[in-house]
């Protein structure tokens, strides 16, 4: 065989062998690739505002308050923003806490560094965890970032620096993070963080608006010092990869409050489990919500939301699926919306919204199948005869069940099922009377009634 014919069979067969790819092309790729912190799958998370939490508004005095939301089923503390906060264009008398003017500086309406790392040691003794609010999109138009790099910023059309487009941010003005620089210096401050408070972790504010690749290098960075958890205020899938544990589910919020206030049914709410169940890995977390800063400052609290159908929605975002959120003030019946860029304390007080979710949070921390991501049980949907009123479903694994039933009306529904998954022997949480539910059987509810029943 010629030296040319040698070669044109040597490249036929690695034409052939190249057109023949190994059986391991089609074995699906894992499409998370962090790993969540131990500490989190069984974790329910609680926004902390410092300014509003106290009459003093500071970290000492909210330090107080730990072993109470550790009572209440705490696991996650976020603070928001704990930075000294822009003089230049703020808004109101105290402004606003995304407003950064100093990403390596303590507000001193809140207290010093030292009282912040008293803060956070206070949580890790008591077995929970803190995470920092960050705001990586902007910066307060005073932070000395604007004169010691100003290449470090967008610019509009007339060459100026400006706000975030289309919102009424003008207290802020937008970063650009085409340049590496910036990238480094913003690392670099969040590993700061991680190392000198000990913090664990951040919830980053409006994350959809800075670049993916960014936080996947931010979350190498940071994992090399401690296993961290991060929370994107963003609902997208990209961000899960290799950055983020969790992400908004601004849409079940959405959701259930067109269907509280009658302007849509449980159909709606079909629509938005199967988009989570089908388009988000099962391991990745999904933050679900009755309020946070943003609903209950400028939209609604949880009364004006949810009305009457307010105790279900908060059953729902702890019994189904996605980490539930419990924003400071729900538990004690605040009933107001507290003041954005002004000192609006938070008046404490025994109230059943606070027994209801201390109830849940425990359970959702022993009964494994309500654990998050892939550690719990996917929520199986149990067909009923009120299909459109009355949201029935079992989550289940090998060791532990839990079959949910709510009425999302204002009319007493009875409803019976069908379907294998239901029948069993069960307690029910809130009533604890031992209940066995077998094929044929048939439930009453009153109005915006409920049943979680626990095996």
């Known amino acids: 065989m010629s030296v040319r014919n040698a070669i044109a069979v040597a490249g036929l067969i690695l034409l052939t062998a190249c057109s023949q790819p190994d059986k391991d092309t089609y074995s699906p790729e894992p499409y998370i690739k962090i790993e969540h912190p131990d500490w989190s799958r069984n974790a329910s998370i609680y926004e902390l505002n410092t300014r509003q939490f106290s009459e003093e508004g500071t970290f000492k005095a909210a330090q107080k308050e730990l072993p109470r939301l550790k009572n209440l089923g705490v696991d996650i503390i976020w603070l928001m923003p704990v930075f000294p906060i822009g003089e230049q264009s703020r808004k109101g008398s105290l402004g606003s806490p995304y407003s950064v003017k100093d990403y390596y500086g303590v507000n001193p309406e809140f207290g010093t560094l030292e009282d912040l790392k008293q803060f956070v040691d206070a949580a890790h003794a008591l077995g929970m965890h803190v995470i920092l609010d960050w705001v990586a999109n902007h910066t307060a138009w005073d932070n000395e970032l604007r004169t010691e790099h100003p290449d470090w910023y967008e610019r509009d059309h007339n060459g100026n620096f400006h706000p975030t487009p289309w919102w009424d941010w003008s207290d802020i003005i937008d970063l650009d993070y085409s340049k590496p ?15 000198e408070a000990g913090v664990d ?24 010092i401690k296993p961290v958890f991060m929370l994107a205020e963003w609902e997208s899938r990209d961000l899960h990869a290799s950055a983020f544990d969790m992400t908004y ?5 959405d959701t259930m409050h067109a269907i509280t206030q009658g302007k849509a049914d449980l159909n709606r709410l079909f629509v938005y489990y199967s988009w989570n169940e089908s388009a988000f890995p099962k ?13 209950n400052s400028w939209e609604a609290t949880q009364y004006e939301a949810f009305g009457d159908g307010l105790e279900p929605t908060i059953v729902l975002s702890v019994i189904g699926e996605g980490m539930p959120l419990v924003y ?20 404490w007080k025994e109230d059943p919204i606070g027994n209801l979710y201390r109830t849940l949070l425990h359970l ?28 029935s479903f079992v989550r289940q694994n090998e060791q532990d069940k839990v079959f949910a039933v709510m009425n ?6 009875t409803v019976s099922f069908s379907d294998t998954l239901f029948p069993g022997e069960y307690t029910e949480l809130f009533s604890r009377k031992r209940v066995v ?19």
């Open 249 to 253: 589910a601004w849409s079940w919020w």
């Open 408 to 413: 999302f009306s204002d009319e007493e529904k």
């Open 201 to 224: 972790g951040f919830r980053c504010d409006v994350a959809g608006f800075v670049p993916v690749d960014f936080w996947n290098t931010v979350r190498r960075r940071l994992n090399a």
């Open 283 to 295: 391991d990745a977390y999904r933050m679900v919500f009755v309020s946070n800063h943003d609903k």
């Open 437 to 455: 539910m077998d094929s044929d059987a048939s439930l009453t509810l009153p109005p915006w009634g409920y049943r979680v029943y626990v095996n």
């Open 181 to 195: 620089g910036l990238r480094k210096y913003m690392t670099d401050a969040m590993a700061y963080w991680v190392e």
């Open 328 to 347: 400071n003030g729900q538990e004690a019946g605040n009933r107001k919306r507290l003041a954005f860029f002004e000192k609006d304390p938070i008046e």
């Open 364 to 391: 959702k921390k022993d009964n494994t199948a309500l654990w998050n991501g892939a550690a719990g049980a996917t929520m199986v949907k149990v067909p009923n005869t009120q299909p459109q009123k009355v949201l």
